[in-house]
Nanobody
Framework: QVQLVESGGGLVQAGDSLKLACAAS????????MGWFRQAPGKERALVSV????????YYVDSVKGRFTISRDNAKNTVYLQMNSLKPEDTAVYYC????????????????????WGQGTQVTVSS
């Protein structure tokens, strides 16, 4: 059974940092693109950041550029999201996603390109 399990969420104050981790089990995603999405209350799930299989290519939405860093450790089958200078508007459930369809491809921006999802981890930033 393939699973993506997120961890590292929590309640923090504005300006604080958190590091999310997403550990995959059941298969390796070392040759696949992975990403982080988030869903705030009353809003649709939205892209935060994605990373290519090698880690050399990354993408961030404008609202998190310069504050968030995505990385991966293929030996551990894990992807991370370092979040610094958190703001109340970063409050959301954060989901890890993996694209299993394309090996050694690029990065993908649409949630439709990702076929494995974690259960989500709550990040709450108080002002």
């Amino acid at each position: 059974q393939v699973q993506l399990v997120e961890s590292g969420g929590g309640l923090v104050q504005a300006g604080d940092s958190l590091k999310l981790a997403c550990a995959a089990s059941g298969r390796t995603f070392s040759s696949n693109s992975m990403g982080w999405f988030r869903q705030a209350p009353g809003k649709e799930r939205a892209l935060v950041s994605v990373i290519s299989w090698s880690g050399y290519s990354t993408y961030y939405v404008d609202s998190v550029k310069g504050r968030f860093t995505i990385s991966r450790d293929n030996a551990k089958n894990t992807v991370y999201l370092q979040m610094n200078s958190l703001k109340p508007e970063d409050t959301a459930v954060y989901y890890c996603a993996a694209n299993s369809r394309t090996k050694y491809g690029g990065i993908y921006y649409s949630s439709n390109e990702y076929d494995y999802w974690g259960q989500g981890t709550q990040v709450t930033v108080s002002s």
